[in-house]
């Protein structure tokens, strides 16, 4: 009797666990969809990185990126990498970016090896899959199995192996194959307030080959948002026509 009173107590604890996380989901969520809704809002993006990158030995870590988004409208993102800052501008799937000859659509760069020597190209890249912060926020709760709600607004749990090969191969390689990933594990912070996401932070780890070549990478990504319903996007002229 004492046998199945136990496995009966394990089993409720089970499903309250269950509950728990569940409940923690659909809570960030929620929160992710509300800061969607909202009429425009602003981020900053920060990414620490230990380890060798992938297109040589001691290159600079990538500076913050600053972005604006209007609902149904454009979004401007300025990314810095050394000291070198690039601009682009989004809407309806298409992006263009600033380039020392003017601006210029996606679809004007040849990629290949050219995003490795060339910054606007490298982002014209890179935003070909792009996904609004917001978004991509509630696209993250789904990788994580066990969301835990450590209270003030704070939510955290561990990322699927699937989830962090996702995020570490994302983009790929310019000119070649995405990279096969091996021992891939990774974390997600969420927090909220008011009903609304303020700030997440994902870590991801692996050991990446590119090729022959076998890098160990471990990278932490911190999104900050603002100006939540009070943010306006403009845009250039030039800009809007090669959105066109």
Known sequence: MKRIAWIGILGLAASVASAAARDAKA?????????????????????????AAPGGQNRPQAGPTEGKIEKGGFACIKSTFGETTTEAVLKGGKVAVKTADGWKAGSEFQGGQQGRRDPAA?????????????????????????LKDEGEGLFSGALSEDGVKALLTRGGRPGGQAPTVAEPKGSAKFWVKDGGLVKYELNVQG??????????????????FKDVGSTKVEVAEDAKKKLE
């Open 122 to 146: 490298g982002m014209a890249q890179r935003l070909a899959t792009f996904k609004e912060p917001a978004v991509e926020a509630e696209t993250l709760v789904d990788s994580i199995a066990d």
């Open 27 to 51: 809570d960030v969520k929620a929160a992710a969809k509300k800061l969607q809704e909202a009429s425009g809002y602003g981020w900053t993006s920060t990414s620490k990185s230990e380890g």
């Open 207 to 224: 050991k990446m080959t590119f090729g022959e070549r076998e890098i160990a990478l471990n990278r932490t990504t911190t999104v900050e």
